[in-house]
């Protein structure tokens, strides 16, 4: 192997390894209009989100089942901006 062919194969090994080396980044999850739903839907959603680490961001609507967002998520994890809208009501069946 001739010295430029060397040094193509080592840069190429260089660069997988960095690209391999990387962690993904985490996704992030914003609200901006969640008008709410079933209980356990959102509950695992969270559940999912609180377990991956990935941050959740409320910046508009949070009606209803979503608001256990703040129930379920660790306090570091969930940020409401000024935008945030949080609305709760009584329990019903």
Not at 42 to 71: K, N, Y
Request: a positive charge; proline letters at 3%.
């Amino acid at each position: 192997m001739d010295r430029k062919m060397r040094q193509a194969s080592l840069i190429l090994v260089g660069v997988a390894a960095a690209m391999i080396s990387v962690s993904s980044a985490r996704a992030t999850m914003r609200i901006t209009g969640d008008r709410g739903g079933l209980l356990t839907a959102h509950s695992e959603q969270f559940e999912m989100a609180r377990a991956s680490g990935e941050p959740v961001i409320i910046e508009g609507a949070c009606l209803s089942a979503c608001t256990l967002a703040i129930g379920i998520l660790p306090r570091v994890q969930v940020c409401a901006t000024p935008n945030a809208v949080l609305r709760f009501h009584a329990a019903w069946r």
